[in-house]
């Protein structure tokens, strides 16, 4: 909403500082975004007048004109213009001052010069180097000096005068972001009334009255839904006269951010501002049947809007219409045949009081957000129906521009039952926490319009938004000042137990990041696309209905894409290396029901890490599975997986823990990675964080340190290629007596070690509990071991 | 006297003679001992060297214990004279013995520390540190501060049912928060929630009060994405509920928090707005952190920065829930954490957050 301040005090006198203005209303409740002074950066334009003029002497095209500025002043000033005769009064700009240029609109000050060897200390100004347009000066010459004297108002003109102020240049337009529920302060009215309380000034506002004449309208009119029309008020003005609008006028309603098109149109948006309440202007001649009749469409019913454009209607849409057609959308344009014109001599207005909901829906429906739909979506007051038909009809008058039937038609079927609030003071207080004395509440509730009856606040109408003790608590703090309201710290104890899980992904998180990763945030939505780009198959999302693009279509099912997304974003960036987790949710389909917590998905949280880099391998990304692991209290194995399309097949190992598998670690597939563009190895694991959290140890308990001495044995192993390190270590466990640590140190292929065969070297180290463990004791074991061994075909090296 | 006893008492002093001459040169041995043990340890150079010379000299087969060894031949009278001579030559030999190891001791130290000299210049040897991501900093900061003032964390499901996003909130069908164009959609009932205030309506239908809780968790709100704007991005909100919970109480919570956010500097900025499902509504402005409220660029000249939004739970939400509105009473707020963290650590475009540059995220 753009407030004219010229506009706002003819109803209150806020003759405040304009940043003051700014501060206080936007302090209680209605926010200024900013202000623009409209007359920046226009300077020193006075009105001047021409005392002689005669041809330059060495130009055939210019002027040397003596200008009267006024206070007995005379400059001279050199022209090219050749509209301007001796006596003429004209707008000059001063030097020093400031105009827009004639030809590209910029910025421009005047400093003293010669043109041709011929001294000029000013510039005469046309309408569009003072930044006016046609409709704000319909006499102007298009293509010479703006004639002062053709004003409608030259008997106001005084040589020196400021041009900006008799121009109407002069006024701040004040952007106010008005919240959802207050439609009234979308008026000048509205926000006069909020001035008013917040600076406590008098706001004068009078009900608007019209003389009319006497005669037959013939005009019926017939609400058929009054479900979506609560109210439809209908007056006549006959011979109607188009003409340009008043200067007053147009200033207003350019500094308000609308264009001044003639006096009918002009009245109708004048209104809308003013008032807030949207109005509709018809020509008569088109309402067939002398009826208007507010229906549903027919389905599919077609009418061409003001737009131009034709619409197809469906039956939910409410219509105002003729005895045969529809003649407007009601509530968001009319037709286009149906529109003012120069010609038009018999004129209806229409306001009216149509569904919010409606009116919302039928926009949305057709494709067009009007100034007009914007205010029926939140809400209209029936009683300001009324005056606003009566000011368009008061101005109708005040500008001549037709005489208007003393009958007016009024299908009122709204509610008129004021909303009462009862009234406690103390009940104010204990929701605001503060001390306000009952007077103080009740000075500003009345300041607000509000008055008290019977123990009850009667709410003026055309406040949609109160219904409750609580509402009226918001009244009175706004005013009274929300910092002046106490602050005081509640006592709160939460009776909600802390959920562990999240206590452990904050751990998980730590841990991940002592593994050097860094912690990601990426999208929760994904491109359908992305998992076949993965290696993912069979994949069923959820699918968003509106998505931003098909690159955010779907909710992901798999971390994969995300992280593979961060990879090769990073690789991209020539990133030589990186490590990289996060955890995050992924959106599991659970099908037409719910999940267990009521979810309508089963949302999940993956712990995903990503590794690229010339020292990282299968073998880093699984040194640090095992070290986050084991940090957890978790043992876990480390199974071969070759059929998971997003990783090679031969680098890749299933994470099982109790034989459930709880995620999956290896290297990315060389097709994935080049789907990606990462021309490098890349290594990623994916784990349920919830099987984490069930498997890990949050408190593990004490064991003892050893109390007599380890045995230690180095067995250097022959066994198929084929064979596992994760086998053969199972077999000596399996196997082994007193067997406290098992390590492998050594794997080995090549000279020395037979076709076909490998060479595993493991430390092992035996201890007992209770008792030193003698040599015997663990030969004996060593021997255990590698008879156990020998079954299996693997042989001392 | 017979010959025979002359005869034995000749031979005995034959003997004491030998006696005699054998301890004199028992002991010219032990002086020439000790005299060229000390020579040869004064002259010794290196630990070992020394360590050579006590075995030789003192070890169990070194030549002074070999001497010692001749003792038993002697006389009860005379072998407290060599032993007596031997010990003070032992000592004086351990003596000069440990003297020279500790002299050469410390050379040696010398020596290892001038030629161990390295240039601690040169860069270090690394075991890298991830780091969290800068919103998860300040994420960690807002649960600490709150959980010490006695909140719980609480979260919930991201895709949500409309009834607990919208309905029970106050956002009635047709709001325009509601609209396709603002929501993502799954279905007509299912949305992306838009705040976490779904969690909010969770907690209050399945805990009596007093609750006090924070929710921090991702939203969706279909904006496009670019310097300021992100179709994802994360909220933390608050609701105390309880008996005579106040407006006032909203404000001190909400002072406490910013000052332990961001120190006591800050000052605050109760604004008037609107919520469905909070009245009275307020927007709350901070002292800009950069100009401390004198205006600069980053609060466009204005010296507040508009921070969050908040208010006193409205009477029928908590009805919605089953809280009975005569008898309770609460406070909701809810702050977004991308803003905070863009201001705190200055990022100028919202797109590096998720962008996820390793460049980005190392600097925080």
Not at chain 1, 302 to 307: G, N
Not at chain 1, 591 to 607: H, M, V
Not at chain 2, 179 to 194: A, C, Q
Request: charged share 25%; hydrophobic share 40%; glycine share 8%.
């Amino acid at each position: 909403m753009n407030l004219s301040m010229k506009w706002l005090r003819d109803y209150v006198k806020a003759e405040m500082s304009i940043a003051d203005f700014a501060r206080g209303m936007t302090m209680s409740g209605s926010k200024v975004e900013k202000w623009t002074d409209l007359s920046d950066p226009l300077k020193n334009i006075v009105c001047a007048k021409v005392t002689a003029i005669e041809r330059h002497a060495d130009s055939d095209k210019l002027w040397v004109a003596q200008v009267d500025v006024g206070d007995g002043k005379t400059v001279q000033i050199v022209t090219g213009a050749q509209n301007v005769t001796a006596g003429a009064r004209i707008p000059v700009v001063l030097e020093g001052g400031v105009v827009y240029n004639f030809h590209d609109g910029t910025v421009m000050s005047i400093k003293r010069g010669k043109l041709r060897g011929v001294e000029s200390q000013g510039m005469m100004c046309s309408y569009n180097e003072l930044g006016l347009t046609l409709e704000d000066l319909p006499y102007a010459d298009t293509d010479g000096i703006l004639l002062l004297d053709n004003d409608p108002e030259a008997d106001k003109l005084e040589l020196g005068m400021d041009m900006l102020e008799f121009l109407g240049i002069k006024d701040i337009a004040v952007e106010f972001e008005i919240t959802n529920n207050r439609p009234d302060c979308l008026s000048v009215i509205g926000l006069a009334k909020e001035a008013g309380a917040t600076f406590n000034l008098p706001v004068d506002v009078k009900k608007p009255v019209f003389k009319g004449v006497d005669g037959d309208l013939n005009l019926k009119v017939k609400i058929e839904n009054k479900e979506l029309c609560s109210r439809y008020m209908g007056a006549v003005v006959k011979n109607v006269k188009i003409a340009p609008s008043p200067r007053w006028l147009v200033e207003r309603l350019r500094a308000s951010g609308v264009r001044a098109i003639n006096n009918l149109v002009d009245i109708t948006n004048f209104v809308m501002l003013e008032y807030g309440h949207p109005m509709h202007a018809f020509d008569k001649r088109y309402v067939e049947g002398d009826s208007i009749i507010v229906r549903n469409a027919a389905e599919n019913e077609k009418i061409v809007l003001l737009d131009g454009e034709e619409r197809i209607l469906t039956a939910e849409t409410l219509v105002i219409a003729d005895a045969k057609k529809p003649i407007a959308v009601a509530g968001v344009m009319g037709g286009e045949f149906s529109g003012i014109m120069d010609d038009t001599k018999e004129v209806v207005f229409e306001s009216a009081c149509f569904d919010g909901v409606s009116v919302r829906k039928t926009a949305q429906r057709i494709g067009r957000r009007t100034e007009s739909s914007a205010r029926f979506e939140k809400g209209i007051d029936a009683a300001n129906a009324e005056n606003a038909l009566l000011r368009a009809l008061e101005l109708v008058e005040m500008l001549g521009c037709g005489e208007v039937m003393k009958t007016i038609i009024d299908e009122d079927f709204s509610n008129k039952e004021p909303v009462k609030i009862k009234f406690d003071s103390k009940n104010i207080n204990a929701i605001l926490g503060a001390d306000i004395p009952e007077s103080k509440q009740l000075e500003i509730l009345e300041k607000l319009g509000f008055k008290l009856e019977n123990g009850f606040i009667i709410v003026p109408s055309i406040r949609i938004d109160m219904e409750l003790e609580c509402d009226l608590a918001e009244e009175v703090a706004r005013i009274y000042g929300y910092n002046e309201i106490p602050s005081t710290l509640p006592r709160v104890t939460s009776q909600i137990a802390p959920a562990p899980e999240l206590a452990f992904e904050e751990k998980v998180s730590k841990l991940m990041q002592g593994l050097g990763c860094h912690e990601l945030m990426t999208f929760s939505f994904i491109s359908p696309k992305s998992y076949e780009k993965a290696g993912i198959e069979n994949a069923n999302s959820v699918i968003i209905r509106n998505p931003l693009g098909e690159e955010t279509g779907v909710m992901r099912i798999s971390m994969l894409p995300s992280m593979l997304e961060v990879l090769a974003r990073n690789y991209n960036n020539r990133n030589a290396a990186g490590r990289f987790y996060e955890i995050g949710t992924v959106y599991l389909p659970v099908g037409n029901g719910f999940n267990r917590s009521g979810a309508p998905t089963d949302e999940k949280k993956i712990l995903c890490a990503g590794i690229y880099g010339d020292s990282e391998s299968f073998f880093t990304l699984k040194g640090m599975a095992e070290e986050l692991f084991e940090k957890l209290g978790i043992s876990a194995k480390f199974m071969p997986q070759g059929a998971n399309k997003s990783y090679h097949s031969g680098r890749c190992a299933e994470i099982t823990v109790n034989n459930e598998i709880i995620g999956v670690l290896g290297e990315l597939h060389p097709l994935v990675l080049d789907n990606y563009d990462i021309n490098t190895r890349a290594f990623c694991a994916e784990i349920e964080l919830a099987r984490l959290f069930e498997y890990s140890v949050a408190t593990p308990k004490f064991k003892q340190l050893p109390k007599f001495p380890a045995m230690t044995r180095d067995l250097s192993l022959l066994c198929d290629i084929s064979a596992t390190a994760g086998e053969v270590g199972e077999i000596i466990s399996a196997s082994a007596a007193n067997l406290e640590q098992l390590t492998l140190f050594d794997t080995y292929t090549g000279a020395q070690v037979p076709e076909g065969k490998k060479s595993l070297s493991y430390k092992l180290i035996f201890r007992k509990k209770d008792a030193t463990l003698t040599d015997e004791e663990t030969d004996k074991a060593v021997v255990k071991i590698l008879r156990a061994l020998e079954n299996k075909n693997i042989t001392l090296r | 006297m017979t010959k025979k006893a002359i005869a034995v008492i000749i031979l005995e002093d034959i003997e004491r003679i030998k006696e005699s001459i054998m301890i004199k040169e028992t002991l010219e041995k032990i002086e020439q001992i000790s005299a060229d043990t000390l020579a040869a340890i004064a002259e010794s150079v290196s630990l070992d060297a020394v360590n050579d010379i006590r075995v030789k000299i003192l070890g169990k087969k070194g030549e002074l214990t070999a001497v010692l060894k001749t003792m038993g031949k002697l006389s009860a009278e005379e072998r407290p004279v060599i032993g007596a001579k031997a010990n003070e030559v032992r000592e004086a030999v351990e003596s000069a013995i440990a003297e020279q190891m500790s002299r050469l001791k410390s050379l040696n130290y010398e020596t290892r520390l001038r030629e161990e000299a390295i240039d601690v210049t040169l860069p270090g040897k690394r075991v890298s540190l991830g780091k969290p991501h800068p919103m998860s900093n300040v994420l960690s900061d807002m649960k600490e501060i709150f959980r010490a003032m006695g909140y719980t964390v609480v979260t919930g499901p991201e895709i949500e049912e409309t009834r607990y996003v919208f309905d029970m909130l106050n956002t009635k069908e047709g709001h325009p928060a509601r609209d396709e164009s603002d929501t993502f959609y799954i279905e007509n009932d299912v949305v992306l929630r838009t705040q976490t205030s779904s969690v909010q309506i969770r907690t209050m239908l399945e805990n009596k009060p007093p609750i006090a809780i924070i929710s921090p968790g991702r939203v969706f709100r279909r904006d496009e994405f670019d310097a300021t704007h992100s179709p994802v991005f994360n909220q933390c909100e608050a609701l105390v509920v309880d008996k005579n919970i106040t407006f006032a109480d909203l404000k001190g919570t909400l002072e406490t928090f910013m000052k332990r956010l961001y120190g006591d500097s800050v000052r605050l900025r109760f604004r008037p707005h609107h919520f469905p499902y909070t009245e009275p509504s307020a927007e709350v402005d901070l002292s800009c952190f950069k100009c401390g409220g004198d205006g600069c660029s980053m609060c466009k000249g204005e010296g507040w920065i508009e921070m969050l939004g908040a208010g006193v739970v409205h009477p029928q939400v908590l009805r919605n829930c089953g809280i009975d509105p005569e008898v309770y009473s609460g406070f909701a707020f809810g702050v977004g954490l991308d803003r905070i963290t863009m201001m705190r650590y200055e990022i100028d475009d919202l797109r590096h957050m998720y962008e996820n540059d390793l460049r980005f995220l190392k600097q925080f």
